[in-house]
C-alpha cells in the first residue's frame, strides 16, 4: 500500500508540473500566435485538477501494471509513458505536431526501464517481444504514414513504436488492442471532420495514448 502512495504523490507533483512543461513547450513551437496561456482562476483549477487526476491515473496504471506481473522497472515504464503521453497528447492538440525531443526522451526512459526489469528478472524474452511489439506497430504505422497521404505522420509513427514497445512488454494480447483501439475510438472525429468543409487535421497522438491505457488497465 505504500508503494501506492508514492506512486500518487509521484502523479500529483507530475500534475502541478505538466500544465507548465506543456505551456512553455506549445510556445516554442507556434509560427504564429502565442501560446494559449491559461490565466485568472483557471489555471490554480487546472493544475489542481491535473494533480489529482494523474495520482488516480497513476495507481490505476501501477496496479494494473503490478498486477500483470510486472516489476517495479516495468510499473516504470509505464508511468513514463503515462506521463509524458499525456504531454505529448496535449501538445499534438494544440499544435498538430508531436516533437521529437520528447518523444526520444519518452523511448530512452522506456528502453532503461525495460532492459533493467529484462536485468534484474532475467525474463530477456520479455524484452524481445517489447522490441519485436515495437517494430510491429512502428512499422504499420510507418506503412500508412507513406500511404495514407498525410493522415498519419512520422510523430505518430515514433509514438506508435514507443507505445509498442511497453504494450510488448505486457503480451501480445495487449499490443493487438492497443493497435486496433486508437483506431476505433478516433472514428467518430474523423468521420466529423471528413464532413467539415475545411477538413483540419486529426491529431492521432492522443487516440494512440488513450488507446494503449485501455489495453493496460481493461485488458486480461
Known amino acids: 500500500m505504500d508503494r501506492f502512495w508514492s506512486v500518487a504523490l509521484l502523479g500529483a507533483l507530475a500534475g502541478v508540473v505538466l500544465p507548465w512543461v506543456w505551456a512553455r513547450t506549445v510556445e516554442g513551437m507556434r509560427v504564429v500566435g502565442s501560446c494559449p496561456a491559461i490565466r485568472g482562476p483557471w489555471r490554480p483549477l487546472t493544475v489542481c485538477g491535473s494533480a489529482v487526476g494523474l495520482a488516480a491515473g497513476s495507481i490505476v496504471v501501477a496496479w494494473r501494471v503490478h498486477d500483470r506481473n510486472g516489476g517495479v522497472l516495468l510499473v516504470a515504464a509505464w508511468l513514463a509513458v503515462l506521463y509524458v503521453g499525456l504531454l505529448l497528447a496535449a501538445v499534438d492538440v494544440a ?126
Do not use: K, N
Open 95 to 220: 499544435t498538430r505536431r508531436l516533437p521529437s525531443p520528447i518523444l526520444a526522451a519518452a523511448a530512452m526512459a522506456v528502453g532503461v526501464c525495460l532492459v533493467g526489469h529484462a536485468g534484474v528478472t532475467g525474463q530477456w524474452c520479455t524484452l524481445a517481444t517489447a522490441l519485436l511489439a515495437s517494430g510491429v506497430l512502428g512499422g504499420g504505422h510507418l506503412l500508412l504514414a507513406l500511404v495514407g497521404g498525410g493522415a498519419v505522420g512520422m510523430g505518430d509513427v515514433r509514438m506508435a513504436a514507443v507505445l509498442g514497445a511497453s504494450l510488448g512488454a505486457l503480451g501480445w494480447t495487449a499490443v493487438m488492442w492497443g493497435a486496433v483501439l486508437p483506431y476505433v475510438l478516433a472514428v467518430p472525429e474523423a468521420v466529423v471532420r471528413l464532413a467539415s468543409p475545411r477538413r483540419p487535421d486529426l491529431a492521432f497522438g492522443p487516440y494512440l495514448l488513450v488507446g494503449a491505457l485501455l489495453a493496460v488497465t481493461l485488458g486480461p
